[in-house]
């Protein structure tokens, strides 16, 4: 078994590398990984286990079409993690998003098609869906996204999924929540609370901190992604989450006491442009299709995760240089 994984050396690609390299997923326990990754900021090689006997790392940008086309032939699948995707950078310098989110996907698309790659995976966020009020998103729930990093996601799922129906190419699509868990860039807001905090620092929040996020431990949505990609059906999108949904200030209480502070090192900001209030999942077509099940429990993997990057100081204190902000 050979598979092609973009953006490998990110937070959730990393995880996915790591975990299969492991034993972790069934089927793939001797698989051999190709990660390409143009380690950008966000990309990092300490994350993933360069020199496994079953690991190959190209540095690399899935937009170099020569590239890509070198790199598909004779895969099994290909899982698309790679993309721009804070959502504060894409509001300065969108360019970039359109360009790697849609331009890259779509080059990918087109080299899978030529080299008859069996499987594609399109590795997508709850944000094209935009902001609800109440309720949750289905699947065939419109896009209406916000930003231009979910609009951007937007226009590489409905590239993905045009090249399914048009080419009839077997593309799979997973929409998750919020991510969280070790080795996740510190410009996020769980690890930039708790790197700040450790440091003895002061945090911000945005606005009135009552913007709604549902959370999951990168390694259910990676047991999520490994699911679709396996048992999903071609064409189809799979929401995948775990159903905690918790306002900022919610969120910010708890990391407080997980790091000993109080609310004096909290101090608040003007909110973010276009702020999306509430994000809430419906992930029962992936629990009724894929058998689908989040395993981590919140607090435990919450708290579990502040100790990872307490223990890791190493790993986070050479990016403290990088701006954060809150998605």
């Avoid at 070198?70 to 509001?91: G, I, P, T």
């Amino acid at each position: 078994m050979k598979i092609l994984i973009t953006g490998g050396a990110g937070f959730i690609g990393s995880h996915y590398v790591r975990t299969m390299l492991e034993g972790g997923y069934e089927g793939y326990e001797d698989a051999y990984v190709t990660v390409v990754d143009k380690l950008t900021y966000a990309g990092n090689l300490a994350n993933i286990p360069v020199g496994h006997p079953r690991l190959r790392f190209v540095e690399g940008d899935i937009g170099d079409t020569e590239l890509i086309r070198s790199l598909v032939v004779d895969q099994d699948a290909v899982v698309n993690f790679a993309a721009e995707s804070h959502v504060d950078r894409s509001l300065f310098g969108a360019a970039e998003f359109i360009r790697t989110n849609v331009g890259g996907t779509q080059c990918l698309l087109d080299a899978c098609l030529l080299a008859k790659v069996p499987r594609f995976l399109q590795v997508s966020t709850d944000e094209v869906y935009g902001s609800i009020d109440d309720g949750v998103w289905t699947e065939e729930w419109p896009l209406r996204p916000n930003s231009p990093y979910a609009a951007a996601k937007a226009g590489g799922d409905l590239i993905a999924l045009a090249y399914a129906a048009t080419h009839g190419m077997d593309v799979r699509l997973t929409r998750c929540s919020n991510n969280y868990g070790p080795y996740q860039h510190i410009e996020k807001l769980i690890p930039l609370f708790v790197t700040r905090l450790l440091a003895g620092q002061s945090v911000p929040l945005y606005g009135d901190g009552n913007n709604v996020r549902e959370w999951v431990h990168v390694d259910d949505h990676c047991q999520g992604i490994h699911a679709a990609l396996t048992r999903g059906r071609a064409g189809e999108v799979y929401n995948i989450g775990a159903g905690t949904a918790l306002t900022n200030r919610e969120m910010t209480d708890r990391l407080l006491r997980l790091c000993g502070a109080d609310w004096s090192s909290v101090h608040q900001v003007a909110d973010r442009l276009g702020h999306d209030r509430r994000y809430a999942l419906d992930d029962s077509k992936a629990r009724r299709e894929l058998g689908y099940r989040p395993r981590v429990p919140f607090e435990q993997g919450l708290a579990e995760t502040v100790e990872w990057y307490r223990s890791h100081p190493d790993w986070w204190e050479k990016l403290r240089t990088s701006a954060g902000a809150q998605r």
